[in-house]
């Protein structure tokens, strides 16, 4: 057995830090003990510890990986990087062996051991305080390490939360392609938060993933489903979107997930029955789309909607991608009769994921087909269209199209002196009186707040920026509420936004106005406390105003 004579250099550990949004500092795993630096060892030949190693039997968010090479005269060069979430830090070094057996690093930030045992190695690490080294917040230069494949002890989580195929196409369903995707990401990639609070507790999942700034929280209670998914954009603006399958949640937050979610954005609401099972996506040529062209087609949400002759359909909700465009700018409906599939014609060009419903407007007992999309970003709250459509095996049939004609929803204006404008409705029942005052320019208002010009009527933006279905009166024909961008001229001078509730009137087959609401702007954009307040008032109006 050969001898060699080994001399220990102290090597330096080269850290680079990456943090994210979720990456900072936390408190430090239990410490390894201290270990001795060996100054001259003599050693045996150690086995090969050469390889690729992934750390094992951990979470994924807290994998990572160490290159050994270099292994020749009793030492070896390690290159280490590991993550948290989708942060991520690295180290590296030269490890010297040791008499007794593995190898030491010893470093200025440290030392790092390692023990190896055919395809398993186990590395430790400490630091001047006895805790192991972490080149970035909860990342820590330790673990078990194989040469195979990791076992990662989350790999079936996603399977023990949606133990059935039928609750998995449920809740895809529901949350349609991109939500469930990021519900997956998050089981998969997310560190799994716990609370304290009891009523937190009775959450089934709740999970997020360090510096990638979505998380998703998940509550199953018998038939029903509600997931909170939310994120943060490069920009810091978080969005957050809560989908249930209950109707008696529509536009209110269950307790369990108050706590759970970011205070910096509002809540979007999204209900969907969410019973109808994903199916095989459709050609091309069957969206009447070029298929030479066609670069992406995604199924967002599915749902099973009731016909004129008692029976049910399916109606599939895609977005198609084609080549050379950034956003998906094809919105398609495909329904499906029982095997006899029938394809709705495309909707609109816009943003992806709009708001899909399915809900009966006319009060014929069968269920009408509501799309509500973003086609542009610019104007005000950005450019909409609206649809609803009525389904039978010939075809569809709109019943109202926001691009065909505007719609006017009644919204009258006056002006009195002192800066007082008062908003009303000639439809229904409406008198919001305040002080709006602009600048030098005002063409309405002279300095000291007197009248000086009759006004121009109310600009309600003829896209509706909210649309979505609420059976207000609890008949089971669902009424419409929507939320309108408005001002004086053009967009340059906000007023507030105009509410209403649509009522299908089937004498005249057009939509009333049987309810309106409205908010006024208030000049709050110097003040970060008072804007703040000011955004938490009129979110909660809009959820509020017409119940």
Not at 92 to 107: D, E, P, V
Not at 240 to 256: E, I, M, R
Not at 322 to 334: A, D
Request: net charge negative.
């Amino acid at each position: 057995m050969k001898r060699i004579l080994v001399t220990a250099v102290t090597g330096c550990l080269l850290l680079a830090v990456l943090v994210g949004f979720f990456g900072a500092a936390g408190s430090a795993l239990p410490g390894t003990g201290a270990i001795t630096s060996a100054v001259e060892v003599e050693e045996e030949v150690a086995e090969n510890y050469a390889g690729v190693w992934h750390k094992t039997n951990a979470p994924r968010s807290e994998r990572a990986t160490v290159v050994i090479a270099n292994q020749a005269d009793g030492s070896f060069d390690y290159e280490f990087e590991g993550w948290w979430g989708a942060n991520s830090g690295v180290a590296s070094g030269t490890a010297f062996m040791q008499n007794g057996g593995g190898a030491i690093h010893n470093g200025d930030d440290g030392d790092v051991s390692f023990v190896s045992d055919g395809d398993k190695l186990i590395i430790s690490s400490v630091d001047a305080d006895g805790q192991p080294i972490s080149p970035n917040g909860h990342i820590y230069v330790a673990g078990e390490f194989t040469r195979g494949e990791p076992t990662y002890t989350n790999a079936n989580l996603l399977n023990e939360l949606l133990p059935t195929e039928e609750l998995k196409a449920r809740v895809f369903n529901l949350l349609g392609a991109s939500a469930f995707d990021d519900l997956s990401e998050v089981a998969e990639y997310g560190t799994r938060r716990d609370y304290a609070d009891e009523t937190l507790d009775a959450l089934t999942y709740s999970g997020f993933i360090n510096g990638a700034g979505l998380g998703a929280d998940l509550l199953l209670d018998g038939d029903k489903i509600y997931c909170l998914i939310y994120k943060n954009y490069d920009s810091g603006d978080w969005a957050q979107t809560f989908y249930t399958n209950d109707a008696a949640y529509t536009n209110v937050l269950p307790p369990q997930f108050v706590d759970a979610r970011s205070e910096n954005a509002a809540v979007k609401y999204v209900y969907r029955r969410g019973d109808g099972e994903a199916p095989a996506a459709p050609h091309a040529y069957d969206l009447g789309l070029d298929a030479a062209e066609t670069a992406t087609l995604e199924l967002y949400a599915s749902e099973t909607a009731r016909t004129a002759d008692g029976g049910t359909a399916t109606v599939y909700y895609y977005g198609c991608q084609t080549e050379g465009q950034v956003q998906y700018s094809h919105h398609v409906l495909f329904v499906d009769y029982g095997g006899c599939t029938r394809l709705c014609a495309e909707i609109a060009e816009g943003f992806p994921l709009g708001d899909f419903y399915i809900a009966d407007v006319d009060g014929d007992g069968a269920d009408e087909i509501l799309l509500h999309v973003q086609t542009d970003a610019f104007g005000g709250m950005g450019q909409f269209s609206s649809y609803i459509y009525k389904i039978s095996e010939g075809g569809m049939t709109a019943l109202f199209d926001s691009g065909a004609a505007e719609f006017d929803t009644g919204f009258t204006l006056s002006f009195a002196d002192g800066y007082k404008m008062t908003v009303g409705n000639e439809n229904a029942e409406l008198g919001v009186t305040f002080e709006h005052r602009y600048d030098d320019a005002n063409p309405y208002f002279d300095a000291d707040g007197n009248t000086t010009s009759a006004p121009e009527p109310l600009y309600a933006d003829a896209a509706f920026y909210e649309f979505k279905p609420a059976d207000i009166d609890g008949d089971g024909v669902f009424e419409l509420v929507t939320a309108q961008y408005a001002s004086l001229w053009g967009h340059s001078d906000a007023l507030g936004a105009a509410y209403t509730i649509l009522r299908w009137n089937g004498e005249t087959g057009a939509l009333d106005v049987i309810k309106a609401g409205f908010w006024a702007d208030e000049e709050v954009a110097n003040d970060a406390d008072a804007l703040a307040e000011y955004w938490a008032r009129w979110d909660e109006f809009g959820e509020t105003w017409y119940k």
